[in-house]
C-alpha cells in the first residue's frame, strides 16, 4: 500500500502568483478528500493566521478519507521543546498527524542555522519524541536530503535515525532543490535502506524536471508514502504532480493507493485546483490536460475510431477526461466525422457535405482561423454549411468611434449599429419593426460594440441577456507585417450553465471582434432553439 500524501495547500500555495483564500482551502480538503487522498497537510499553523484559521474551520468537515497533517520546522535552537511556541501551536490544531521537516544537509545546518552537526540532531530527536506524546503519526522531512547524502552520506544517514529513534512514523527523503537524477535516487534509496528500518516517502521537487520519475523510482524501491501537489504546484518549477503520479501507481504499476474507481474523479479535481488558483488549466498536463487525449492529424483520428489503443495509453475516462477530435488544416475526412458525431450528426465517408466542410475549414484556415479553441464557431460552420441552422439577423451596417478629449480624460468608444431579423423571426414573434437602429458606450471599442449589438438583439431575442463575455485574447498572426498584420481574436461566453468559444479574423481588430461576437450570440440562440424543439 503506498499513501499519497498531498501538500497542494501548503508546497502548492508557494507558487508564484498563488493565493488560496480560507474557502479555497476548505473547497480543496473536501475536493482531495473525496478522490481519497490519505493526507492532506493543511499548512504551517504557527507561520500565518490564515493556515491557523484553516485548522480551525477544517474540523467542521465531514472527512471521510483524508488525515488532516499540520507542518512545521524542528524547534528553534536555545529554546526548550514544550517553550517552542510553532510547536505549542501544532499541538493546538488537534489534528491526528504532523510533518516535522529538518536540515540533512550539513551545508544547511553550519551556514542556515548557524549551529554544530551535532545540534541539529539533537533539535530533531527532541521536537519528534516530544510530538510523538501528542499525536498518532510524526511524519519526518529530511529537508535537502539526496543533496546531504552527496555532500556528507554519513551524517544525511545520522539525521534519519536521530527521527527514527525518537519514533518517527516515516521518513521522508526530500529532493529539496529538485536536482537530483533518477539513477542517483535509486543509488541513494538502495543505501538508505541498508540504514534504517523506518517506512520511507518521497518528496520531489521538479527543477530538473524528475519529480514525477524519482516519486515512481521511490515507490518501485520500497516508499510507502509518496508527497506531491495537484498539478504539480510549487515553488520555482513545482512540486511531483500527483495527477501524473496516482494513475501511474494504479494502472501502470498495479500498486494499491487510492481507489482505482476513484480514478474518474481527477480531471474534476485538477481543474477545480486550477480554477482556485486563478491560472489556466494547463492543456499538456498527462492524463488530466485538455490536449492528453486530443488528436488532430487525420492519420491518428482514423486509428483512434478504429481502436483508441494504437494512439492512447488509457482510457481517458478511467481519469475522468474525454477524447477530444481537432478540428484543423491538418484534419482529414475522419476528423469531421468524429466531430459531426460528437454533435449527434451521423455523416458518411462520401457524404458531400464532409468534402463541403472540410474544404471550408481550410480555406478559413488558410486566413488564420483556429477552431481548437473556438468549437462553437465550428460547429456554426458545420451546420450551416448543412443547412442545420436558420440566420437569425444580418448587419446592415455598424460604426465605431473612439475618442480623447484630453491628456486627463480616458479615452471612450460608442459604437452605432443596425441590424434587421428574418421576416419569418418577425412573424413568429409578432414584432411589426424588423429593424432596429440604435448605439451604445463603453470603454473600449469592443466593448462598444457588444452593448450595442446586444442592445439591438435583445428586443427579437431577450434570452441574450444570459449571455456574458468571460475572456478576450487577440494573437497577430503575422508580427512582421507591423501595423498591418492580421489580428485573430478568441472570444469565451457563458450564459450560466456552459461555457463556449469562438472565433474571428481580419486585418481589422474591430471586425475580427465583430465576427468571434456575432458567433458568440448565434451559438447561445441556435442552442436555445435546439434545446426548445427537444423540449416539444
Not at 521518513?171 to 538508505?192: A, Q, R
Request: glycine share 6%.
Amino acid at each position: 500500500m503506498v499513501y499519497i500524501y498531498d501538500t497542494t495547500l501548503r508546497d502548492g500555495a508557494q507558487t508564484r502568483g498563488v493565493s488560496f483564500s480560507l474557502e479555497d482551502k476548505l473547497r480543496i480538503t473536501q475536493a482531495l478528500d473525496d478522490l481519497g487522498i490519505h493526507y492532506i497537510e493543511g499548512g504551517w499553523p504557527g507561520s500565518n493566521p490564515k493556515d491557523l484559521a484553516y485548522f480551525n474551520k477544517v474540523k467542521n468537515l465531514n472527512l471521510k478519507n483524508s488525515k488532516i497533517v499540520a507542518f512545521s520546522s524542528t524547534k528553534r535552537k536555545k529554546i526548550k521543546v514544550e517553550e517552542d511556541p510553532n510547536i505549542q501551536q501544532l499541538i493546538k490544531t488537534e489534528v491526528p498527524a504532523v510533518t516535522i521537516f529538518g536540515k540533512s544537509w550539513d551545508l544547511h545546518v553550519t551556514e542556515g542555522l548557524n549551529i554544530s552537526l551535532e545540534e541539529n540532531l539533537e533539535l530533531i530527536f527532541e521536537t519528534i519524541k516530544y510530538l510523538k506524546n501528542y499525536f498518532d503519526e510524526v511524519f519526518f522531512d529530511a529537508e535537502h536530503f539526496f543533496d546531504g547524502y552527496k555532500s556528507n552520506p554519513e551524517y544525511a544517514i545520522k539525521t534519519l535515525k536521530a527521527a527514527e529513534e525518537a519514533g518517527a512514523d516515516c521518513l521522508v527523503l526530500c529532493d529539496t532543490n529538485g536536482g537530483t537524477l533518477w539513477y542517483e535516487t535509486e543509488k541513494i534509496i538502495d543505501n538508505v535502506l541498508k540504514e534504517v528500518k523506518t517506512p520511507l516517502g518521497i518528496h520531489a521537487h521538479n527543477d530538473s524536471d524528475m519529480a514525477v520519475v524519482n516519486s515512481l523510482i521511490a515507490v518501485k524501491k520500497g516508499a510507502t508514502q509518496v508527497q506531491g501537489t495537484i498539478n504539480g504546484l510549487g515553488e520555482r518549477t513545482g512540486n511531483a504532480n500527483l495527477c501524473s503520479i496516482i494513475p501511474n501507481l494504479v494502472l501502470k504499476m498495479g500498486i494499491k493507493t487510492i481507489p482505482e474507481e476513484n480514478l474518474k474523479k481527477l480531471y474534476e479535481v485538477s481543474r477545480l485546483v486550477s480554477e482556485l488558483s486563478n491560472r489556466p488549466h494547463p492543456a499538456n498536463l498527462p492524463y488530466v490536460g485538455d490536449n492528453a487525449f486530443a488528436h488532430k492529424a487525420g492519420v491518428h483520428v482514423s486509428a483512434v475510431e478504429k481502436n483508441p489503443k494504437m494512439y492512447e495509453h488509457v482510457k481517458p475516462e478511467k481519469v475522468g477526461n474525454r477524447r477530444k477530435i481537432m478540428i484543423s488544416e491538418l484534419s482529414g475526412r475522419s476528423n469531421v466525422i468524429s466531430k459531426a458525431k460528437e454533435l449527434g450528426i451521423e455523416l458518411s465517408k462520401d457524404a458531400p457535405e464532409v468534402k463541403k466542410i472540410l474544404s471550408r475549414i481550410k480555406e478559413l484556415e488558410a486566413k488564420g482561423y483556429h477552431f481548437e479553441g473556438a468549437e462553437a464557431s465550428f460547429e456554426l460552420l458545420l451546420k450551416e454549411t448543412m443547412g442545420l441552422t436558420k440566420k437569425y439577423f444580418e448587419l446592415k451596417g455598424f460604426r465605431v468611434l473612439t475618442e480623447k478629449r484630453s491628456e486627463e480624460e480616458e479615452a471612450y468608444a460608442e459604437a452605432t449599429i443596425k441590424v434587421e431579423i428574418p421576416e419569418e423571426v418577425a412573424k413568429e414573434r409578432n414584432i411589426e419593426e424588423r429593424v432596429e437602429h440604435t448605439a451604445a458606450e463603453g470603454r473600449g471599442p469592443v466593448e462598444a460594440l457588444d452593448k450595442a449589438l446586444r442592445k439591438a438583439l435583445e428586443k427579437f431575442y431577450p434570452s441574450i441577456k444570459e449571455v456574458k463575455l468571460t475572456d478576450y485574447k487577440v494573437r497577430i498572426l503575422n508580427e512582421a507585417a507591423g501595423t498591418e498584420a492580421s489580428p485573430r481574436v478568441l472570444i469565451e461566453s457563458t450564459d450560466g450553465k456552459k461555457k463556449w468559444g469562438t472565433v474571428g479574423v481580419s486585418p481589422n481588430i474591430i471586425e475580427a471582434s465583430w465576427l468571434a461576437l456575432v458567433d458568440a450570440l448565434k451559438y447561445k440562440l441556435m442552442k436555445d432553439e435546439e434545446r426548445k424543439k427537444s423540449n416539444e
